[in-house]
């Protein structure tokens, strides 16, 4: 692969190296088994209450100085949907299960694949690798030690541990001055639009990197340098870098 003025990459992590809302899925269906298996419901019930979560999840604003830890407030997030949608339950310890088997079965599935790790590893021998995760500290940091980062990265960044996250351009420069390098040494990678692409863009990398889900629309307004369906297109696209 020939160097073209690139001497970094920076990598977006959730839907990016790891598949973040499979997982998450999967949880949710372990979470409906135990449901099933715990309350006298229908499965719309059980849907209802797992899509409650979710919403909880969506609309989620973390602040450290409540005095509660994340997972106490996603425990919350369970017991408010289970207490919404079948108000007799024992939601204090049903919230209580279902958020520590979510939380569990997610992490268990949140690792890199054998073709991931290996495109990281042949990476790293041509340029510097930094990871730029948005997100809560402990959250993003226990999805960086069970996906194993530290053994691919020459440096791992969480929003949550800094004044500002993803898009903003402070926490890119910031990643420029841990590695060394300039804006325009850089390709940014990632799935989102709103947070990689724009970020990448307005801290004016050398190219971005848009890693497209299925299904998902393109922006009239961002607009990537290059979009590929998976982060293992990612070798053809550095050829083309100019």
């Known amino acids: 692969m020939e160097n073209t003025g690139v001497k970094a990459i920076i990598f977006d992590l959730d839907n990016t190296l790891i598949d973040t809302s499979g997982a998450g899925q999967v949880a949710l269906q372990k979470v409906g088994e135990l449901l099933k298996s715990t309350l006298n419901v229908d499965d719309a019930t059980i849907e209802t209450i797992c899509n409650g979560f979710k919403q909880n999840l969506y609309n989620e604003n973390f602040n450290s100085a409540s005095g509660k830890t994340i997972d106490e407030v996603r425990t919350l997030h369970w017991e408010k949907s289970l207490r919404e949608t079948v108000p007799r339950c024992p939601v204090e310890s049903l919230g209580s299960d279902c958020y520590k088997l979510w939380k569990s079965s997610r992490l268990q599935l949140l690792t890199m694949s054998p073709e991931v790790q290996a495109l990281l590893q042949d990476l790293r021998t041509k340029y510097k690798l930094l990871l730029l995760t948005n997100g809560e500290t402990q959250t993003q940091r226990e999805k960086v030690q069970v996906s194993n980062c530290d053994d691919f990265?020459?440096?791992?960044?969480?929003?949550?541990?800094?004044?500002?996250?993803?898009?903003?351009?402070?926490?890119?420069?910031?990643?420029?001055?841990?590695?060394?390098?300039?804006?325009?040494?850089?390709?940014?990678?990632?799935?989102?639009?709103?947070?990689?692409?724009?970020?990448?863009?307005?801290?004016?990398?050398?190219?971005?990197?848009?890693?497209?889900?299925?299904?998902?629309?393109?922006?009239?307004?961002?607009?990537?340098?290059?979009?590929?369906?998976?982060?293992?297109?990612?070798?053809?696209?550095?050829?083309?870098?100019?």
């Open 153 to 242: 990265f020459d440096e791992v960044v969480v929003g949550g541990e800094q004044l500002e996250q993803k898009p903003s351009v402070s926490i890119f420069r910031l990643c420029f001055e841990i590695l060394g390098v300039e804006a325009q040494d850089c390709v940014m990678v990632g799935d989102s639009l709103e947070t990689d692409i724009r970020g990448g863009l307005k801290a004016q990398v050398k190219a971005t990197v848009w890693v497209k889900r299925a299904g998902e629309s393109e922006s009239n307004v961002i607009k990537p340098h290059y979009t590929v369906s998976s982060v293992l297109e990612l070798p053809r696209v550095l050829a083309q870098v100019r």
